[in-house]
């Protein structure tokens, strides 16, 4: 199953990159793990400045909240180069 991260240390654009998440999962209807990750420890593992947004172990958006529409192109990229 697709693992997607959120990092984030609860500010509003980690809030929102998080809300986007879920509903870009929603509207394609896939099956997905959404992890929210504030363990700072965690979080300086993989970004540099939140929020952040990983696909299984490949970081995607980094700094920035990603629109909704802007998260279903990357999951669709992401996932049917998975396959191929």
């Known amino acids: 199953m697709l693992v997607i991260r959120?990092?984030?240390t609860g500010c509003p654009k980690c809030d929102q990159a998080y809300e986007n998440v879920k509903k870009a999962v929603e509207e394609l209807n896939?099956?997905?793990e959404i992890i929210k990750v504030s363990d700072i420890n965690e979080i300086a593992e993989w970004v540099f400045f939140t929020p952040g947004i990983a696909?299984?172990?490949l970081?995607?958006?980094e700094g920035e909240t990603p629109?909704?529409?802007e998260i279903k192109e990357e999951l669709l990229e992401y996932l049917k180069e998975?396959?191929?």
């Open 6 to 8: 959120v990092f984030g």
């Open 30 to 32: 896939i099956e997905a």
């Open 55 to 57: 696909f299984d172990d």
């Open 59 to 61: 970081l995607v958006f």
């Open 67 to 69: 629109s909704v529409e």
């Open 82 to 84: 998975k396959e191929g």
